[in-house]
């Protein structure tokens, strides 16, 4: 399986939500879509489920029309809509129908993937009564009744509470054994659990596209993580006049202290809180954490 996104643009009256964008996907590949809200992921993955054409570009699912492939993608919205008194079983016989597979082929089916999402038990159950993670897992599981060989996910699991988002992100790192996945997410730790590989999206555009260890390499700053007591933070404005010193993030009683040439200089400056009679409780070589670097990914720049 090849999904190729060539240069697809989308426009909303004045506002470009997607512009320029370019993208490979191939078979077995777990992609993080990630960047925050408004830049538009939904807009994107809209677009590769064929829901919303792009005004430009276009998009491609082994070499065809991503319009004449719609049988080998299943699609999960953020929200999905069921009908509330049918049954999870019912839900899925009617979905499949929608989807072309023939009764047969879906009473053979259901239960198993009933089972593969944890709601074998709940079958018989009306839809109304589910929890959000039980709608989830049930749209996962009318994603899974065709077979296909791309899922795209539009953030499922951002309106979860803690039991639900768990759920989902489990079935999620079981089901990503079996096929491509595309995840759209605003929340960084989601995407690194599961994903090998990021593309950042910022208004519309695409300013990475990496694994979270390139990621680190080419955007971490080395630093020092230094702890000290109340009555020591005269002591920052001291080191904040050393040459070496590139800058001091302070919160509480924590100095995050970023310096040239690490390695050279972290002695000197363990050296000069001696000097100062500085009460070290915590001094450590650290580095900027994804979070941090996606932040200045999207905010910052």
């Known amino acids: 399986m090849t999904l190729e996104i060539r240069n697809v643009k989308k426009t909303f009256k004045n506002k470009t939500a997607v512009d320029s964008f370019s993208v490979v996907l191939q078979s077995g590949d777990c992609v993080g879509l990630i960047g925050p809200n408004g830049a538009g992921k939904s807009t994107l993955i809209k677009m590769i489920a064929d829901i919303i054409n792009p005004?430009?570009?276009?998009?491609?699912?082994?070499?065809?029309?991503?319009?004449?492939?719609?049988?080998?993608?299943?699609?999960?919205?953020?929200?999905?809509?069921?009908?509330?008194?049918?049954?999870?079983?019912?839900?899925?016989?009617?979905?499949?129908?929608?989807?072309?597979?023939?009764?047969?082929?879906l009473t053979s089916t259901i239960p198993s993937i009933l089972k593969k999402v944890g709601l074998s038990e709940e079958e018989d159950s009306k839809v109304g009564t589910f929890s959000g993670g039980m709608k989830q897992l049930l749209g996962i599981a009318q994603t899974l009744l065709h077979k296909p060989s791309l899922i795209i996910m539009d953030?499922?699991?951002?309106?979860?509470?803690?039991?639900?988002?768990?759920?989902?992100?489990?079935?999620?790192?079981?089901?990503?054994?079996?096929?491509?996945?595309?995840?759209?997410?605003?929340?960084?730790?989601?995407?690194?659990?599961?994903?090998?590989?990021?593309?950042v999206i910022k208004n519309g555009l695409k300013?990475?596209?990496?694994?979270?260890?390139?990621?680190?390499?080419?955007?971490?700053?080395?630093?020092?993580?230094?702890?000290?007591?109340?009555?020591?933070?005269?002591?920052?404005?001291?080191?904040?006049?050393?040459p070496y010193v590139k800058g001091i993030e302070v919160?509480?009683?924590?100095?995050?202290?970023?310096?040239?040439?690490?390695?050279?200089?972290?002695?000197?400056?363990?050296?000069?809180?001696?000097?100062?009679?500085?009460?070290i409780l915590k001094f450590e070589v650290g580095n900027d954490t994804l979070e941090e670097i996606f932040l200045k990914l999207v905010v910052e720049k």
Request: aromatic fraction near 4%; charged fraction near 25%.
């Open 155 to 199: 953030e499922p699991v951002s309106a979860l509470d803690p039991i639900g988002r768990r759920e989902v992100l489990n079935l999620i790192q079981e089901i990503k054994q079996e096929t491509t996945i595309l995840l759209s997410t605003h929340i960084l730790g989601d995407a690194q659990e599961i994903c090998e590989r990021f593309i």
């Open 55 to 105: 005004d430009t570009g276009e998009i491609l699912l082994n070499g065809k029309k991503i319009s004449l492939m719609k049988k080998e993608i299943g699609y999960l919205p953020q929200y999905p809509n069921f009908f509330p008194w049918m049954t999870a079983k019912e839900t899925l016989m009617f979905m499949g129908k929608l989807s072309g597979l023939n009764r047969a082929v």
């Open 207 to 242: 300013i990475e596209d990496t694994t979270s260890t390139e990621l680190l390499q080419r955007n971490s700053e080395d630093r020092l993580n230094i702890e000290i007591t109340e009555t020591d933070h005269k002591w920052v404005g001291i080191i904040g006049e050393l």
């Open 251 to 279: 919160i509480g009683n924590k100095l995050m202290v970023k310096m040239e040439n690490l390695e050279a200089n972290k002695n000197l400056l363990l050296g000069n809180a001696l000097k100062h009679n500085v009460n």
